[in-house]
């Protein structure tokens, strides 16, 4: 072993990520196609990402995806945030080993980052899941997908794509919040989960930020969420929770005198609407109130709600 190490050296065991990344942050040994980081503010899930899509270049992955919840994202913080792509990549000048693949160029104009062994990566948004038809990629990174406007058309039109290589993946990085695509993921059987929080990272984060944040938010709900990386189903505050739900939860009504069909319909019939509200409801002679079904179906024109409702 030498007694020294050479500038060069140094500056290569610096970015060499698995030597300073933390457990959860380095990609899993098991087969998996979708790796689902979920976790706190401020846990490194943009390095993750970014040290992640690096690698990938490095192995030989030509066509990456780059998906973020809006254009801006993308390329304020997946391509050129302080944990983004271009902060992970680095100059190698000199013919002794290292990664020779350099820091790609940014186009921010075509949306492209390219590398010098001719890797491109594409950046997309959720706010149009249609430009995601066509393109295809051995590897997507997804940020911030629980905060996706059309979480499921975009991830449906994304996973389309996936189809280069052996073995394309997908890494998400994402604050979990309870919608119902992020549910999916976390049972699919060819997803593997990671969970973290803010505090695992305390050393590179401000100490009053660590401090405010504890007193303010520590204990509750947004906190577990947005700190602890919880997957809250239930809202602060809310008037009803699942708890109770399954509480009194019955295999079959009692004698009814009365069942009415609730309607709450949308204002509009576009695809972006929101759903109409169809509730079958009932009361017994003690005046207990039972849900008997939820109907509810997406946005629709009213001849499609109003023929629900009758039915």
Not at 159 to 174: E, H, S
Not at 284 to 296: I, P, R
Request: a neutral charge; glycine letters at 8%.
């Amino acid at each position: 072993m030498p007694k020294s190490l050479t500038d060069f050296e140094c500056a290569y065991l610096l970015q060499e990520w698995p030597l300073w990344a933390r457990a959860g942050q380095i990609p899993p040994d098991a087969d998996w196609r979708t790796w689902l980081i979920l976790a706190g503010r401020g846990f490194g899930k943009t390095r993750t990402g970014s040290e992640w899509v690096r690698a990938q270049v490095k192995q030989g992955a030509q066509h990456v995806g780059l998906i973020a919840p809006t254009s801006a994202d993308a390329r304020d913080i997946m391509v050129e945030g302080e944990s983004g792509i271009l902060s992970v990549c680095w100059e190698c000048d000199t013919t002794e080993v290292g990664d020779h693949l350099g820091i790609p160029k940014f186009q921010s104009s075509l949306r492209k980052l390219t590398w010098k062994n001719g890797a491109t990566a594409m950046l997309f948004s959720a706010e149009e899941p249609d430009r995601l038809r066509g393109p295809q990629h051995e590897c997507i990174w997804a940020d911030e997908l629980a905060v996706w406007h059309h979480a499921q058309a975009t991830w449906d039109m994304a996973m389309f794509g996936l189809r280069l290589g052996r073995n394309p993946r997908a890494c998400v990085t994402t604050t979990p919040r309870p919608i119902g695509l992020l549910k999916e993921l976390m049972k699919d059987v060819n997803t593997h989960v990671v969970r973290g929080s803010t505090f695992e990272n305390a050393s590179n984060l401000a100490p009053t930020f660590l401090a405010n944040v504890r007193r303010r938010y520590g204990g509750t709900a947004l906190g577990r969420q947005e700190l602890n990386g919880e997957l809250i189903e239930t809202k602060e505050g809310a008037l009803w929770d699942r708890a109770t739900f399954e509480k009194y939860r019955i295999e079959k009504p009692p004698v009814l005198k009365r069942i009415i069909v609730a309607i709450d319909p949308p204002a509009t019939s576009h695809k972006t609407s929101d759903a109409c509200g169809i509730i079958v409801a009932g009361c017994d002679e003690n005046g207990h109130a039972y849900v008997l079904s939820d109907k509810t179906i997406p946005a629709a024109k009213p001849n499609v709600w109003a023929a629900r409702a009758c039915r």
